[in-house]
């Protein structure tokens, strides 16, 4: 897996300069394009599309960012 690009879970600094430290386990997926589709999640992890918020009401008004429901469900997209 040398050299392989991931997708990981957290990034932290130590004296003001960015490391990626990793537990094999905190890896999540590994991408074989730079589609989002094309991940290849790992161990027991689930890649989810999340729904859009409405962008309005079904009267027609137009939401304020403030006033939309975050999305609290999703599509499941990879396993």
Do not use: R, W
Request: contains cysteine; negative net charge; proline residues 4%.
């Amino acid at each position: 897996m040398e050299g392989a690009e991931i997708l990981e879970q957290c990034i932290g600094s130590y004296q003001l300069v960015t490391h990626l430290l990793l537990k094999e386990d905190d890896i999540v997926g590994i991408p074989k394009t730079d589609e989002v589709k094309d991940i290849k999640p790992l161990n027991d992890c689930v890649l989810i599309k999340v729904v859009e918020a409405e962008q309005k009401t079904a009267g027609g008004l137009f939401l304020t960012e403030a006033s939309k429901d975050k999305p609290s469900f999703g599509t499941v997209s990879g396993l």
